[in-house]
């Protein structure tokens, strides 16, 4: 009898959500944590969703579906998608050249993948539109072509080549650099062409890291303003990307509005966000 | 002897010549293109009349308050987001509780919301409109179109920078020491300062440094809650974006020149970091 209270009692002292450790400070450090993480992020999101709700959904479905919200979307999502396209491209081929390859200024290059993270947006964006405006640069060489390529749908895409390559090399770049490299051996061995190796045997196993780089692009992409704005050209129904869209109704005082399309974007980050970790999960479960 | 068949035969991982030639040729092209260009057009078109011309610009006392405002904003976001992250990775790190992994996704919650919306959330709250507007109103507090807005949208865009980057650090390290530390007597505080602190030094002055980035050249969240009122409530990156819209391309470009600076600066930082201490890079992924 006692030896049974014994035994139970250092069970039912224990909290229910945490299990005891010797090191201290949980209690403040944890409550330091959910305090700010609530003041700064949980409580003012909430907002934005509070706000749209109070119209009626009858109302909250039309500003979020407009014709002018839709042709937002679409850029948005379109551009944002073909952006990750071009980088899981190309990002999949700068990370195997990092990993693989030893090529003079692979140090540079390596430390320049990551300018998109280090540069302003508002910088990369007044570059991008002064090298591709019809004079600039690149620009001058498109035109007599019949290529616009700055203030339309084709601007917005470039920006987001711009913004997103980091998110699929650095992604693809840890995979690729812990691939066991036995099992390429072993396909070459069998007789497999290098070809065929890298098609069949290589790029299979990439598919989650280049799944998760892609969506982490499309995301930031999605969600991208001050790369987009100044090549954008932002003109209504044409080349009007969706965050451009919250700000105008903000400036015309359309509170409820700009929280409409803020909700749309978010109940679409989260949506990425949960694909990103499914994604993950299931690639854990080949590792 | 296994030199001279090393010579002869290709191991099978090896990629024939051309290959890797080609990879590394359309690597560098595209690099050259998407990254290399724009940071050159922005030099080049802040010289575009001289170097006098130039400094005059980032000289002018609107360019030097943006520079200052820009400094006293992540002055308080950095600092905060630091002691937030130690926090929240002591919390995470080194004790079992039930939910640890959405408690990450609400942290890294900030990355998957768009500038826009970020900004936009701080004027639902703040903003006259918003929840706290007569009272802030009442008691003569200006939060939105007014430095803490700035503040508080900046903190928010950087909020996961330095949690993410210690986390993973000081999960992969593990408990044992401090453990050691604290049955020997010593106290939370203590073992922190002397045990904890000395091992994740690297990654957090690498989560701050990412942190800083991000912090300075903040567009589209700050953009919303600032009002752009020229002197007072400009940032770098607004003083930009200004300039280049009246048509001032040598002033908006000599700022966008400073923070380029402020991007590569950062890029060396980080790369010295990763070539010292490569532990720094375990955590990381596509941010």
Same mark, same amino acid.
Request: charged share 15%; glycine share 6%.
């Given at each position: 009898m006692t030896a049974e209270t014994a035994e139970r009692r250092p069970q039912a002292k224990r909290p229910l959500f945490r299990r005891r450790s010797a090191i201290p400070g949980f209690g403040l450090t944890m409550g330091v944590t959910l305090t700010v993480l609530s003041l700064i992020v949980l409580i003012p999101l909430s907002a934005v969703v509070l706000k749209a709700a109070q119209q009626s959904p009858a109302e909250f479905w039309s500003v979020a579906t407009s014709e002018r919200a839709l042709a937002a979307y679409r850029l948005t999502f379109g551009a944002a998608f073909i952006a990750a396209l071009v980088n899981g491209v190309f990002g999949v081929l700068t990370a195997w050249a990092l990993v693989r390859y030893d090529f003079p200024g692979k140090t540079v290059v390596n430390a320049l993948v990551d300018l998109p993270f280090a540069l302003p947006t508002a910088v990369a964006g007044i570059a991008l539109a002064t090298l591709y405006a019809p004079t600039g640069w690149i620009g001058q060489f498109l035109a007599p072509l019949g290529i616009q390529a700055a203030y339309n749908p084709v601007g917005v895409t470039i920006a987001l080549i711009f913004i997103g390559l980091p998110f699929v090399v650095r992604t693809i770049e840890p995979v690729l650099r812990d691939a066991a490299e036995d099992?390429?051996?072993?396909?070459?061995?069998? =007789?497999?062409?290098?070809?065929?190796?890298?098609?069949?045997?290589? +790029?299979? #196993?990439?598919?989650?890291?280049?799944?998760?780089? $892609?969506?982490?692009?499309? #995301?930031? =992409?999605?969600? &991208?303003?001050?790369?987009?704005?100044?090549?954008?050209? *932002?003109?209504?129904?044409?080349?009007?990307?969706?965050?451009?869209?919250?700000?105008?109704?903000?400036?015309? $005082?359309?509170?409820?509005?700009?929280? !409409?399309?803020?909700?749309?974007?978010?109940?679409?980050?989260? !949506?990425?966000?949960?694909?990103? *970790? #499914?994604?993950?999960?299931?690639?854990?479960?080949?590792? | 002897m296994s030199r001279v068949i090393a010579a002869r035969h290709r191991r099978a991982t090896d990629d024939p010549r051309w290959a890797k030639v080609l990879v590394i040729g359309s690597v560098m092209a595209f690099l050259a293109l998407v990254l290399i260009l724009p940071l050159v057009a922005v030099f080049a078109e802040a010289f575009r009349k001289g170097i006098g011309a130039a400094l005059e610009a980032v000289g002018n006392p609107d360019a030097l308050a943006a520079v200052k405002l820009t400094l006293i904003t992540a002055a308080i976001a950095v600092p905060f987001n630091a002691v937030f992250g130690l926090? #929240?990775?002591?919390?995470?790190?080194?004790?079992?509780?039930? =939910?640890?992994?959405?408690?990450? !996704?609400?942290?890294? +919650?900030?990355?998957?919301?768009?500038?826009?919306?970020?900004?936009?959330?701080?004027?639902?709250?703040? =903003?006259?409109?918003?929840?706290m507007g007569e009272w802030l109103l009442d008691n003569d507090l200006k939060i939105i179109f007014a430095v803490p807005g700035i503040v508080l949208a900046?903190?928010?865009?950087?909020?996961? $920078?330095?949690?993410? &980057?210690?986390?993973?650090?000081?999960?992969?390290?593990? !408990?044992?020491?401090?453990?050691?530390?604290?049955?020997?007597?010593?106290s939370g505080l203590y073992t922190f300062w002397r045990v904890t602190a000395p091992n994740v030094r690297w990654g957090l002055l690498y989560g701050v440094l990412l942190c800083n980035a991000r912090a300075m050249g903040e567009f589209g969240a700050v953009s919303v809650v600032s009002g752009h009122i020229r002197g007072l409530t400009n940032t770098m990156p607004l003083h930009v974006e200004i300039l280049y819209n009246e048509y001032e391309f040598v002033g908006a470009f000599a700022v966008a020149a400073l923070l380029c600076l402020l991007a590569v600066v950062t890029l060396v930082l980080k790369t010295a970091l990763e070539v010292a201490q490569p532990d720094v890079r375990a955590g990381r992924g596509g941010h």
């Open positions: 099992v390429e051996e072993a396909a070459a061995s069998l =007789g497999a062409s290098r070809f065929d190796t890298i098609v069949r045997v290589v +790029l299979p #196993a990439l598919a989650p890291a280049w799944l998760t780089g $892609f969506a982490l692009a499309f #995301a930031r =992409g999605v969600g &991208e303003y001050g790369s987009v704005i100044f090549i954008a050209g *932002n003109m209504p129904y044409k080349s009007e990307i969706a965050p451009l869209l919250i700000i105008i109704q903000l400036e015309q $005082f359309e509170y409820a509005r700009a929280a !409409t399309i803020a909700v749309v974007m978010l109940a679409v980050s989260f !949506t990425m966000l949960l694909i990103i *970790n #499914a994604i993950q999960a299931w690639s854990r479960r080949f590792a | 926090c #929240a990775s002591w919390a995470i790190a080194k004790h079992d509780f039930w =939910g640890k992994s959405f408690l990450i !996704t609400l942290i890294d +919650l900030p990355f998957s919301v768009s500038p826009v919306v970020a900004g936009l959330i701080y004027v639902l709250v703040f =903003g006259l409109q918003g929840w900046t903190i928010f865009v950087t909020f996961p $920078f330095v949690a993410r &980057e210690l986390i993973p650090l000081m999960q992969e390290q593990g !408990t044992s020491e401090e453990e050691a530390a604290v049955s020997m007597g010593a």
